[in-house]
């Protein structure tokens, strides 16, 4: 066999192993999207360890939907600060098992500042972000809070939204001459953006009666 032969022969093999890979990683990702999708499906939530209140009504229904949403982790950062509510499994109008998120879209976190009041009524901020699960199902991704981006502007009432967080938007009220350090969770409503009617809220009763201790935000100035 000559040399140009057996060169040949080498890169046709070559060019068929490259094949033969590219073809198996588009069949693993191919497998990959359709596991991400089927892990919304109820076959998929009965096989993963998944607070589930669908079971649940009255009362009890909305003791447990409380304690887990309020099941929340504050990550603080340099630059902002995130609140990550508990998820659950529930029960949507329509009557079947559902992930929170995938009933609602939109999540609103009411805060109240600490120790301070203008004209009688206490600051409030309001931060409105997406209603998204994350990896492990038990928890929300965080709204984010750029505190820093807030504590740049003028303080006074206003809505805004900021570069760092495109998805999220902020109100502030009853704002006096400096922005307050400390923000504590008031209220909190989920919302489906596309069915107005459809939401659930918890409000300042609820928050207090139902949190293992208080969501505190603290602006580190």
Not at 72 to 94: D, R, Y
């Amino acid at each position: 066999m000559s040399l140009k032969h057996m060169y040949r022969e080498f890169f046709k093999g070559f060019a068929v192993g490259i094949l033969l890979v590219c073809v198996l990683f588009g069949l693993y990702r191919g497998a990959q999207h359709v596991a991400n999708e089927d892990n919304r499906t109820p076959a998929a939530i009965d096989k993963a360890r998944i607070f589930d209140v669908s079971y649940l009504e009255g009362g009890a229904l909305r003791s447990a939907s409380a304690k887990q949403l309020l099941h929340a982790e504050v990550l603080v950062s340099q630059n902002e600060i995130g609140v990550a509510l508990g998820h659950f499994v529930a029960k949507s109008p329509s009557g079947d098992r559902r992930l929170l998120c995938d009933i609602y879209d939109q999540v609103e976190l009411s805060f109240e500042a600490d120790g301070m009041a203008i004209n009688g009524e206490r600051p409030r901020l309001i931060a409105t972000g997406p209603c998204t699960a994350s990896e492990n199902l038990n928890k929300m991704n965080p709204i984010h809070i750029p505190f820093r981006d807030i504590l740049s502007q003028k303080p006074g009432d206003g809505e805004y939204t900021f570069g760092s967080t495109p998805d999220h938007f902020f109100k502030a009220m009853n704002i006096g001459s400096q922005w307050p350090d400390q923000w504590i969770l008031l209220e909190v409503k989920l919302i489906n953006k596309s069915n107005p009617a459809t939401f659930m809220q918890l409000d300042r009763k609820e928050v207090y009666s139902f949190s293992s201790k208080p969501v505190v935000l603290n602006w580190i100035k």
